[in-house]
């Protein structure tokens, strides 16, 4: 702690802090350059996300053939028949009859596996209940076995271990664990229910009667007399039949796909047909491109205001010192001037920004009558104050879609490898553009994940940061300074108050 003007009476502390005010001018004058170069880094860095967000989550939908010819498929009878068809399916009426539906297998106990007037509690060991199981002595830890069959209808062997200890929950996950069934117990009833996972006949020979879950002498002891199952009471497992355009054919699950269509059966139509109609979705073609547009009409407007927005160039930045007699609201007010315009007249947007636009209203050779964006509708906005944005003429676009998507996809995405290639489409060019723009930025901006040595800005910042901690140590070694020939001077003025007083002292005594 240091106490100054005790012989002179000067407020030296409030002297020093003055001329240190005047020497801290510099360092003001760098931390000020430095926020502002952050400042242009934060801004550049807001442009490159919002350019790596659309490339990366959009230029892939707007490159793919479904994005422009979508189809829809309308049912006239939605609660039986539904379908949904590729961009390639041809457009026209399908005609559906379903006779069956397709069912799982399902196999249960006759009556409850617990004693009347008896509890069991499928938590607890079975070894523990066996006397209140109907057939409770016939339990047997050891290895079974069942089997399945799958859709090409081959036969698959399941295997589980029953310990001594093992709850009926225990066994039941045991018996479901590979996917194929699921062993459930039914606390109301007390019956043991067995159901495949899979729908249709899949077992076509004669073992176990056709049973899709078939158990054999080896495993009865369990599944017969203990679960009190039967492979002849089993239920279901039947293919579903349908009848398409006077052809009656058959399927394991309820979903057929045929061609580039694929159909739903939900449920039997009772002899009626039911007429499914492919059309082109313009809808959802016209959603995903107005999407598009207004994801780079989000880009050109942040882009058009760092270059247009007014420059204010005696707001800078503030010091921690100055921001500490402002309220929140004022410091916000004065940093919203101070970043203003401060990435304008910047080439790297400038030109980017151009480089966007040129690719919208280049002509593409597509090989049709649809070579340029103007034709389906889409056109740059009459206001010179948007920078560029895209209006879309909703009817004109449709009307394209409708009558030719397969000229609109190849405007919008004609690949080639050869960027120079008339034929490229909109968006791959587009694509080159931005990405050619973001390199830029990065190499101006850096990324997150940069440190300062990797882009130019961060350069200039790491500079001006040695620049700060060396002034810092400057100002320090002053102010040591000031204090040194300060207590001086008290000093100095303290050995003339003691002089003087010695000397008054002498006068007094004389007299």
Not at 315 to 322: F, M, S, V
Not at 399 to 412: C, S, T
Request: charged share 30%; glycine share 8%.
């Amino acid at each position: 702690m240091r106490v100054g003007g005790l012989a002179s009476g000067i407020n030296t502390d409030e002297l020093i802090e003055k001329l240190m005010s005047a020497e801290r001018l510099p360092l003001d004058r760098m931390q000020q350059s430095r926020t502002l170069l952050e400042w242009q880094r934060d801004g550049f860095r807001e442009i490159y996300q919002k350019m790596y967000d659309m490339d990366t989550n959009m230029f892939l939908n707007m490159k793919m053939s479904s994005t422009y010819k979508p189809k829809f498929v309308s049912s006239s009878m939605e609660n039986a028949v539904t379908a949904t068809a590729n961009s390639s399916a041809s457009n026209g009426t399908y005609s559906i009859q379903v006779n069956k539906l397709a069912t799982a297998a399902i196999n249960s106990s006759e009556s409850s596996i617990v004693k009347p007037g008896e509890t069991f509690d499928p938590s607890k060991p079975l070894s523990e209940q066996k006397a209140n199981l109907v057939n409770g002595d016939a339990f047997a830890p050891g290895d079974y076995e069942f089997y399945t069959w799958n859709e090409k209808g081959e036969k698959q062997t399941h295997k589980f271990s029953i310990a001594e200890g093992d709850s009926l929950n225990n066994v039941l996950k045991k018996i479901s664990a590979d996917g194929d069934v699921r062993a459930l117990y039914d606390n109301t009833s007390g019956r043991i229910i067995l159901e495949s996972t899979k729908t249709g006949n899949n077992n076509t020979t004669t073992e176990f009667g056709g049973a899709e879950i078939g158990f054999d002498n080896t495993s009865n002891s369990f599944f017969t007399d203990v679960l009190g199952l039967k492979v002849d009471q089993e239920k279901g497992g039947e293919d579903a039949e349908f009848v398409y355009n006077g052809l009656t054919l058959t399927s394991k699950s309820n979903s057929y796909k045929l061609g580039e269509i694929t159909f739903e059966f939900k449920n039997v139509t009772n002899g009626q047909n039911v007429n499914l109609t492919v059309s082109n979705d313009v809808d959802a073609a016209f959603d995903a491109i107005k999407n598009f547009v207004d994801k780079y009409n989000e880009i050109v407007e942040m882009i058009n205001k760092t270059q247009t927005e007014e420059r204010y160039r005696d707001y800078k930045p503030l010091t921690d010192l100055q921001k500490k007699g402002m309220e929140d609201r004022e410091i916000q007010l004065w940093e919203e001037k101070a970043k203003s315009g401060i990435l304008r007249g910047d080439s790297i947007l400038s030109s980017g920004l151009f480089d966007m636009r040129q690719s919208w209203f280049s002509k593409i050779e597509t090989g049709g009558e649809i070579t340029s964006i103007t034709q389906v509708g889409i056109k740059t906005s009459a206001d010179y104050m948007n920078g560029g944005k895209l209006v879309i003429d909703e009817e004109k676009l449709k009307e394209a879609l409708r009558n030719d998507p397969e000229g609109v996809y190849k405007l919008f995405s004609n690949n080639t490898e050869d960027k120079n290639d008339k034929s490229r489409g909109l968006i791959n060019r587009l694509e080159d553009s931005i990405e050619s723009t973001m390199k830029k930025i990065e190499e101006r901006a850096g990324k997150t994940t940069s440190t300062l040595e990797n882009y130019t800005l961060g350069k200039s910042i790491k500079d001006l940061n040695t620049r700060i901690s060396d002034f810092e140590d400057r100002l320090l070694r002053i102010e040591s300074r000031y204090w040194r020939q300060f207590s001086a001077m008290e000093q100095a003025i303290a050995r003339l108050n003691n002089q003087s007083s010695q000397l008054l002292s002498q006068f007094g005594g004389g007299m």
